[in-house]
C-alpha cells in the first residue's frame, strides 16, 4: 500500500468514519435513552417559545441566515471562495482543505440522518423539508464547515491580532445565526444544531490537520505548495 494511501485512510477516512460514529451515538442517546432527561425535556418548550416570538420582521432575518446555508448556497459559495483562492495564492491547498471539509460534513450528516430518524419539532415548520430528517441540522453542519473553514484560512493569512478577530467575529456569526434560525423557523431542535457544531468544527478540524499542516508528506513527498524554488548554488 503506498504511502498517500495510508495517509489517506490515517488523516482523513478513520477520523471521518469516527466521527460519523460519534454522532449516530449521540443521536441514539438524544432520542432515545435520554430523552425523558434534563436538558432534553425543555426542548419542546424551546422550540414553543421560539414558534410563539415570531414576527415579520424576524421572519425576514430568519430567512436571509437559513439561504446563506441553503445547499444551493453553499455549493455556489464554496465553489467561488475555493477558485478565488487558487487565484489568488497560486497553489491548491486551502482550495482543497476548503471543499474537503464541506464536503465530509454533508457525508457525515446525510448518514446521521438515515440512521437517527427524529421527527421535526411539534410546531409550525416554515420550510419544506422531510418530517424525519432533524438529527443533525445540514444546514447548521454546512455552514459551520464553510465559514469557519474560511474564518481558518483568513486567521492563517493575516497577520494582525484585530484583522484575526474581525475575520473570526463576521465568520463564525454566520453559523450561529444559522443555528438560531434553524430552531426559530420551527425546523430543529436545539440539540439538533448542537451536535451540528460537533460535526462541522470537527471536519474542519480533520481536513486542516490533512490538508493544512506543510510538514505532512503525502507519498514521500510534501503537498506542492504552488511556489516557486530556487535550487542551491552548487
Known amino acids: 500500500m503506498s504511502d498517500t494511501v495510508v495517509q489517506i485512510i490515517r488523516r482523513v477516512l478513520l477520523p471521518v468514519s469516527l466521527l460519523f460514529g460519534v454522532m ?35 421572519n425576514s432575518v430568519s430567512l436571509v441566515f437559513s439561504t446563506l446555508a441553503s445547499t444551493q448556497m453553499i455549493v455556489v459559495v464554496t465553489v467561488l471562495v475555493a477558485l478565488a483562492l487558487r487565484l489568488w495564492l497560486n497553489r491548491w491547498r486551502e482550495p482543497l482543505f476548503l471543499c474537503a471539509a464541506v464536503t465530509a460534513q454533508a457525508l457525515v450528516f446525510l448518514l446521521t440522518t438515515l440512521a437517527i430518524d427524529r421527527r421535526r419539532p411539534a410546531v409550525e415548520h416554515m420550510d419544506v423539508s422531510p418530517p424525519t430528517s432533524s438529527f443533525p441540522s445540514g444546514h447548521t453542519s454546512a455552514a459551520v464547515a464553510l465559514y469557519v473553514g474560511i474564518a481558518v484560512l483568513m486567521a492563517l493569512r493575516v497577520r494582525s491580532t484585530g484583522a484575526k478577530v474581525a475575520w473570526w467575529t463576521l465568520l463564525v456569526m454566520v453559523p450561529l445565526g444559522v443555528a ?16 451540528s457544531f460537533l460535526n462541522g468544527g470537527t471536519c474542519v478540524a480533520i481536513m486542516a490537520r490533512a490538508v493544512l499542516d506543510r510538514g505532512l508528506r503525502w507519498g514521500g513527498a510534501k503537498l506542492p505548495t504552488g511556489r516557486r524554488t530556487v535550487p542551491a548554488p552548487g
Open 24 to 58: 449516530v451515538l449521540l443521536g441514539v442517546l438524544v432520542t432515545r435513552v435520554f430523552v425523558r432527561t434534563w436538558p432534553f425535556t425543555v426542548e419542546d418548550a424551546v422550540n414553543r417559545e421560539l414558534a410563539g416570538d415570531r414576527t415579520d420582521g424576524w
Open 180 to 195: 438560531l434560525t434553524r430552531m426559530y423557523r420551527g425546523m430543529h431542535h436545539p440539540s439538533d444544531v448542537v451536535a
